[in-house]
């Protein structure tokens, strides 16, 4: 994939490859960073993604026929023809050299599926996200870091996001693997390559008041500290204030358990986030399972 404002170079994956090939990508490091500020904006080095990895990336974000896969700095366009050939997606690149825009374009239309995919030249911070349901990305970290609260802001809950090496920051992976492959930068070794995964969590942090249903149904209010996909909060039930535990949100889904009225046990709550409205069912410690809701608070 190509780097979009600054080369996809880093020293750390090279772990397994040879002390040459180090020193390679320390110089390659070195040239980006002293390069002109223009030349920098312009773009670094087109630098690929191995297929290997790019296979690892699609299955690790679940692509199907149902999904459109958005890849920021899609270079000569693999892994968004991948997405349409293996998995019969739909899809975009976006890259900053047309020369390579172009290069991603005849070969939709050489495999025939130039119906399904398209590459636009386009900086990367102006594309439009929003029809994505898989996101990759193959960038430095001063990029992701950059582009992360556009990321937050166009996908939608549940959409979900795959970055080869490079992650967010203080926003961890839900889940990180590991890919060996005999290739990388263009030179042959032993390496391996950190593919991350990210599921976009829905935006709940507030006060929620709702109710448990039950012949001894409780007025229930939430209030919730939300650092992406972590909870962190409270639950007052009919006056009682209960610190909740476990607190996690995935997509649409949240989740958080709190000790039991009655004994040692605790009551798990998960529910699914539909705008200002959020429902679903707690069970306890052998208990049935039990209905509730909750509407944010203006």
């Given at each position: 994939m190509r780097a979009q404002g600054i080369a996809r170079i880093e020293a750390r994956g090279t772990r397994?490859?040879?002390r040459a090939a180090r020193v390679i990508c320390a110089a390659l490091l070195l040239?980006?960073?002293?390069?002109?500020?223009?030349?920098?904006?312009?773009?670094?080095?087109?630098?690929?993604?191995?297929?290997?990895?790019?296979?690892?990336m699609l299955d690790l974000a679940g692509v199907r026929a149902s999904d459109f896969v958005i890849d920021l700095g899609s270079g000569d366009g693999r892994i968004v023809l991948t997405a349409a050939t293996r998995h019969?997606?739909?899809?975009?690149?976006?890259?900053?050299?047309?020369?390579?825009?172009?290069?991603?374009?005849?070969?939709?239309?050489r495999l025939a599926i130039a119906d399904r995919v398209r590459f636009i030249r386009q900086d990367v911070h102006a594309a439009d996200l929003s029809q994505a349901t898989v996101?990759?990305?193959?960038?430095?970290?001063?990029?992701?870091?950059?582009?992360?609260?556009?990321?937050?802001?166009?996908?939608?809950?549940?959409?979900?996001?795959?970055?080869?090496?490079?992650?967010?920051?203080?926003?961890?992976?839900?889940?990180t693997i590991e890919v060996e492959t005999q290739e990388k930068y263009?030179?042959?070794?032993?390496?391996?390559?950190?593919?991350?995964?990210?599921?976009?969590?829905?935006?709940?942090?507030?006060t929620w008041r709702?109710?448990?249903?039950?012949?001894?149904?409780?007025?229930?209010?939430?209030?919730?500290?939300?650092?992406?996909?972590?909870?962190?909060?409270?639950?007052?039930?009919?006056?009682?204030?209960?610190?909740?535990?476990?607190g996690r949100v995935e997509g649409a889904q949240v989740?958080?358990?709190?000790?039991?009225?009655?004994?040692?046990?605790?009551?798990?709550?998960?529910g699914t986030v539909r705008g200002g409205e959020m429902a679903g069912e707690v069970r306890g410690n052998g208990s049935p399972p039990t209905k509730w809701s909750a509407s944010r608070a203006q």
């Open positions: 397994h490859g040879s040239t980006v960073s002293s390069a002109p500020a223009q030349d920098v904006k312009d773009g670094g080095p087109y630098v690929p993604t191995p297929q290997k990895v790019v296979d690892a019969q997606a739909r899809g975009m690149g976006v890259d900053i050299d047309q020369e390579l825009v172009d290069r991603a374009n005849g070969s939709a239309q996101l990759t990305l193959y960038l430095l970290p001063g990029m992701m870091t950059s582009l992360r609260p556009k990321i937050l802001k166009e996908l939608r809950p549940g959409a979900r996001i795959v970055s080869h090496d490079f992650d967010f920051g203080d926003w961890k992976p839900d889940r263009d030179i042959v070794g032993s390496w391996t390559s950190m593919v991350h995964l990210w599921i976009v969590p829905a935006p709940v942090q507030g709702g109710t448990l249903a039950g012949s001894n149904g409780s007025q229930l209010q939430i209030e919730l500290t939300q650092a992406f996909q972590h909870l962190e909060g409270k639950v007052t039930r009919n006056g009682r204030e209960i610190v909740l535990r476990d989740r958080f358990s709190v000790p039991q009225d009655k004994g040692n046990g605790v009551e798990r709550f998960v």
